[in-house]
């Protein structure tokens, strides 16, 4: 496992993996330049985003879902604000702050690599076709001529 940014729970995790002598499976890397994710990102299979909505704050887009599915990976997602909305039928959402649901999501992947396939190109395809800026602009620009018509 591969767990990139910092967080008030990372001081939690490191422990977490001391404990359970996993220090030889997960790599914690810290904040890394933006540029360089992509180079991460394509040694994945899998983005997790497990967002938890709290009193003052709910997931706004989650960048990073699009940034995977550009990639070609397969998003798994809480249901936390947007996450399910970017995802939309091309990843797995799974109910936030449970981490059964994470668990049962992860599995359904490992045992069906056909499901994997599929939605690693619809993934990509939905991203291509919502979130570059070329689709962006072209909405945009559809979105004005429909105003001025």
Known sequence: MLIIGDGTYKLDLLDRVKRYQLSDKVNFLGAIPHKEIPSYMNTFDVLVLPSITTKNWKEQFGRVLVEAMLC????????????PFVIGNTG???????????????LRLIKNPLLYKHLSIQGYNRAKDLYTWKAVCKKTIDCYKNLLA
Do not use: H, R
Not at 76 to 83: L, P, V
Not at 93 to 106: M, Q, S, T, V
């Open 72 to 83: 070609k990976k397969v998003v798994i997602g809480s249901d936390s604000g947007e996450i």
């Open 92 to 106: 797995i959402i799974f109910e936030e702050n449970n981490p059964y649901a994470l668990k049962d999501a992860l």
